[in-house]
C-alpha cells in the first residue's frame, strides 16, 4: 500500500566509523605541513641549517594530521604507525601526505563539503 501522506524513508548507514569533522581537521593540518615543508626548503637555501626549525614544525604538523585524519577515514592504529614512520623518509613522507590529502578531499566532497586550496571552506 503506497501512502502519498507518509514522510521518506530513507536507509542511512553509520559508515566505516569515521568522522567527517577529524578529516576536514586532519586535512587542514596536513595541508600546512607540507606548505611548511616547501617553506623549510625554499628557506634552506636562503638560511641554511637554522631552517631545520621549520623543517620539525612541518613534522609535528604531518604526524599530529596524520592520526587526526587517520581517526575520521577509519584507519587502523597500525596504519596509522605505519604512515608515521613513513613520514621519516623524505620523499615518500611528502608523497603519502599529498595521497592522504587526496583521499580526505575525496570524502570530504562525497560528504557535501566544498574543498578548497586550504581544505574545507567552513
Do not use: H, W
Not at 596504519?79 to 570530504?108: D, E, H, Q, Y
Amino acid at each position: 500500500m503506497n501512502n502519498p501522506y507518509q514522510s521518506p524513508q530513507s536507509r542511512v548507514s553509520a559508515g566505516d566509523g569515521g568522522d567527517i569533522e577529524s578529516v576536514a581537521a586532519g586535512q587542514k593540518l596536513v595541508i600546512y605541513a607540507v606548505l611548511a615543508y616547501f617553506f623549510a626548503a625554499a628557506l634552506r637555501v636562503v638560511i641554511g641549517p637554522l631552517a631545520f626549525l621549520v623543517l620539525f614544525v612541518s613534522l609535528g604538523l604531518a604526524i599530529a594530521g596524520i592520526v587526526k585524519l587517520g581517526e575520521g577515514l577509519g584507519f587502523s592504529t597500525l596504519a596509522k604507525i605505519g604512515c608515521v614512520v613513513l613520514m621519516f623518509v623524505p620523499l615518500v613522507g611528502l608523497i603519502m601526505l599529498l595521497v592522504l590529502n587526496s583521499k580526505a578531499t575525496a570524502r570530504l566532497r562525497a560528504a557535501g563539503y566544498r574543498v578548497g586550496f586550504l581544505g574545507v571552506d567552513r
